[in-house]
């Protein structure tokens, strides 16, 4: 896979070009006889916006097969593991690394007695049984992210800690707020956008989230280092909370809203829709190295060129003076 070539054996696809050991600090990738092939890859990259989090935390996953579907399989520094698994009795019939909710146990090899469930995104069975606060989350990734920092966190197994950027703990997470109107002012305060002279008169307009990833790229093009270059990549590459996995949710809830109308065509259009998420998830694990690659990277030298002599510099006016004129004998 294109994002973990630096820690992937030479069998992997495109494995050509060689980036540093140093470019990424994800945990090792599995190394068995499938994690060559290209079935397995399609596979583990259809899990990225879940391997990739837990990999940023020193956290080695591997994916197994379990009742009905893959699981993602998390050994833990005590030998107890996790399981972060979809709906498996009965499986989702939703693309693999996409399904309806998540749950994610912990268990042990040799402690029979050790099964905790530390997660449970998936809808119940029965529809009389108590609802869990989780399955309102479905199969969001950030939430169960957060969830497995916290858990681990209290028990000590956590191998590094997650980054300042996570989300806050759910319980204290403040209520979404209803959206404001869709116009330039508003870019301006949410998204940093800003206001030129057209947009004086406060122009409504129906792509502001456009107009804010130009900003990012106007940005980009206006004379920056490399370190703000891939600060500007951070924004959008980011597997937890940059634009590209935030796209993907939005993706989904999209999908969601389309199965409510019970209609075939509402049912194709959230496959479809899902099918896109997955698409733009994999895009983010291929392109996951980018940030640290362009931080690394160090501006070509500037030509030598000597300093004019100030005997012989020309003198030029200077602007809005006028020209002193050459007085004569």
Same mark, same amino acid.
């Given at each position: 896979?294109a994002a973990?070539?630096?820690?992937a054996?030479?069998?992997?696809?495109?494995?050509?070009?060689?980036?540093p050991?140093?470019?990424?600090?994800?945990?090792?990738?599995?190394?068995h006889?499938?994690?060559?092939?290209?079935?397995w890859?399609?596979?583990?990259?259809?899990?990225?916006?879940?391997?990739?989090?837990?990999?940023?935390r020193?956290?080695?996953?591997?994916?197994e097969?379990?009742?009905?579907a893959?699981?993602?399989h998390?050994?833990?520094?005590d030998?107890?593991?996790?399981?972060?698994?979809?709906?498996?009795?009965?499986?989702?019939?939703?693309?693999?690394?996409?399904?309806e909710?998540?749950?994610?146990?912990?268990?042990?090899?040799? &402690?029979?007695?050790?099964y905790?469930?530390?997660?449970d995104?998936?809808?119940?069975d &029965?529809?009389?049984a108590?609802?869990?606060?989780e399955?309102?989350?479905?199969?969001s990734?950030?939430?169960?992210?957060?969830?497995?920092?916290?858990?681990l966190?209290q028990?000590?197994?956590?191998?590094?800690?997650?980054?300042?950027?996570?989300?806050?703990?759910?319980s204290?997470?403040?209520?979404?707020?209803?959206p404001?109107?869709?116009?330039?002012?508003?870019?301006?305060?949410?998204?940093?956008?800003?206001?030129?002279?057209?947009?004086?008169?406060?122009?409504?307009?129906?792509y502001?989230?456009?107009?804010?990833?130009?900003?990012?790229?106007?940005?980009?093009?206006?004379?920056?280092t490399?370190?703000?270059?891939?600060?500007?990549?951070?924004?959008?590459?980011?597997?937890?909370?940059?634009?590209?996995?935030?796209l993907?949710?939005?993706?989904?809830?999209?999908g969601?809203?389309?199965?409510?109308?019970?209609?075939?065509?509402?049912? &194709?259009?959230s496959y479809?829709?899902?099918?896109?998420?997955a698409?733009?998830?994999k895009?983010?694990?291929?392109l996951?190295?980018a940030?640290?690659?362009?931080?690394?990277l160090t501006?070509?030298?500037?030509?030598?060129r000597?300093?004019a002599?100030?005997?012989?510099?020309?003198?030029?006016?200077?602007?809005?003076l006028?020209?002193?004129?050459r007085?004569?004998?």
């Amino acid at each position: 896979m294109a994002a973990d070539r630096e820690n992937a054996p030479v069998t992997f696809h495109n494995a050509q070009h060689h980036y540093p050991a140093s470019a990424s600090p994800l945990a090792p990738l599995p190394d068995h006889r499938n994690a060559s092939t290209a079935w397995w890859q399609e596979l583990w990259s259809r899990h990225a916006h879940i391997t990739t989090p837990l990999r940023q935390r020193g956290l080695e996953c591997n994916l197994e097969f379990g009742l009905s579907a893959y699981v993602v399989h998390v050994p833990l520094p005590d030998d107890s593991y996790l399981i972060i698994s979809p709906p498996q009795e009965p499986p989702s019939s939703r693309p693999p690394g996409d399904p309806e909710g998540w749950s994610v146990t912990r268990q042990h090899p040799d &402690d029979h007695a050790l099964y905790e469930i530390v997660y449970d995104s998936v809808p119940a069975d &029965d529809p009389h049984a108590p609802a869990r606060p989780e399955v309102r989350n479905g199969g969001s990734a950030p939430f169960l992210i957060e969830a497995i920092d916290r858990r681990l966190s209290q028990l000590g197994l956590l191998p590094a800690p997650p980054s300042p950027t996570e989300l806050p703990p759910m319980s204290t997470a403040p209520p979404p707020r209803a959206p404001e109107p869709l116009n330039h002012a508003s870019v301006a305060r949410t998204a940093g956008v800003p206001l030129g002279p057209a947009a004086a008169a406060d122009r409504t307009t129906t792509y502001i989230y456009g107009d804010a990833l130009l900003a990012l790229t106007d940005q980009l093009n206006d004379n920056t280092t490399y370190a703000e270059a891939a600060a500007l990549l951070g924004q959008i590459l980011e597997p937890t909370h940059g634009l590209l996995e935030r796209l993907g949710e939005l993706l989904e809830a999209a999908g969601e809203k389309a199965k409510e109308a019970e209609e075939d065509d509402g049912f &194709d259009l959230s496959y479809d829709l899902a099918d896109a998420a997955a698409e733009i998830r994999k895009l983010g694990e291929t392109l996951n190295v980018a940030e640290d690659r362009m931080r690394a990277l160090t501006a070509p030298p500037q030509p030598h060129r000597p300093p004019a002599s100030p005997a012989h510099a020309p003198r030029l006016p200077l602007p809005g003076l006028p020209t002193p004129h050459r007085h004569t004998r």
